[in-house]
């Protein structure tokens, strides 16, 4: 048996077919490039003829679609535990905003051939970077809701007040903007952070 039919073999599942696809795309967009990469890069690596990634992607689109969205649920888990934690809400609102910026930082920045990745993503798969701004705005919803019934924060409407907040981190989160408002005069995250307590209204102790 040859080992393109044994890895043929493992394939019988479609999940893991994908998964196996999606990592090893995963890898070769990070290393060489989303728009240097062709499918049959990846079906090379992984020892399989073009057509047989075909069968689980329907294109090079379809592949990054995915790259990207293990990419990005990847931020949202981490996210999660700051949205979700026991911590007031103002605490957990600066925490989740300054981790929002870090991460978006080290997941985009510091690796253009990512940068490229994600913001043909964002060109191409629209529908991914939705959902993704959608969660993360659904999150910041639940801590400024959390700090409306807490009386931490001093505002008539929450999800308004979250829409505002994900629009002020735009340039802490979208690969493009962070680039260009880099050299702009772009605030710091702290300052950012200051500014969006004191537009809820938040009162810190004496």
């Given amino acids: 048996m040859t080992a393109q039919t044994q890895t043929a073999n493992r394939r019988q599942d479609g999940s893991e077919g994908q998964r196996e696809i999606i990592a090893v795309a995963q890898k070769l967009f990070t290393t060489i490039g989303y728009r240097k990469t062709t ?53 957990r609102l600066a925490d989740f905003m300054r981790e929002l910026a870090r991460l978006s930082d080290e997941r985009f920045m510091t690796n253009s051939r990512v940068n490229d990745m994600v ?25 400024v809701e959390d700090g409306q019934v807490s009386g931490d924060f001093n ?16 340039c802490f989160m979208h690969p493009t903007m962070m680039a260009l408002s880099t050299g702009l005069g772009r605030p710091d995250i702290e300052q950012v952070i200051a500014f969006t307590l004191r537009g809820l209204g938040y009162q810190p102790a004496d």
């Fill in 119 to 143: 913001e043909d993503a964002m060109t191409e798969s629209w529908s991914v970077c939705v959902r993704y701004a959608e969660n993360v705005q659904s999150m910041i919803a639940r801590i």
């Fill in 39 to 91: 499918v049959a890069d990846i079906a090379a690596e992984l020892g399989m003829s073009p057509a047989n990634v075909y069968r689980f992607f329907d294109s090079k689109k379809s592949i990054n679609e995915a790259v990207a969205e293990l990419l990005l649920d990847g931020i949202v888990a981490e996210l999660g535990a700051i949205a979700t934690s026991p911590a007031p809400p103002s605490t």
């Fill in 155 to 170: 505002i008539d409407d929450s999800l308004v007040f979250a829409a505002c907040v994900k629009a002020t981190m735009t």
